[in-house]
């Protein structure tokens, strides 16, 4: 799959929904997280691959870790 500027493939992101609402998702590019608002809940990437376990999800309501760590 072809990524874009953002580092996440358009359409891997039009696909992909929070496991726990099926709501869309955004893409943080800072973070390198994928955001479900409705959950509240930011999903992240590890080496290009979303991790899409609610239990590895980082709450909006506590603050990022730097991309990476």
């Known amino acids: 799959m072809a990524e874009d500027k953002s580092g996440v493939d358009p359409k891997l992101l039009e696909i992909l ?14 973070a390198n997280e994928l955001v479900s608002e409705a959950a509240g809940l930011a999903y992240p990437i590890r080496d290009g691959i979303p991790i899409m376990l609610v239990e590895e999800a980082r709450r909006l309501d506590e603050p990022k870790k730097p991309a990476g760590a």
Do not use: G, N
Not at 17 to 30: F, G, I, Q, W
């Open 17 to 30: 929904v929070c496991p726990l609402t099926k709501a869309s998702l955004r893409y943080d590019r800072e």
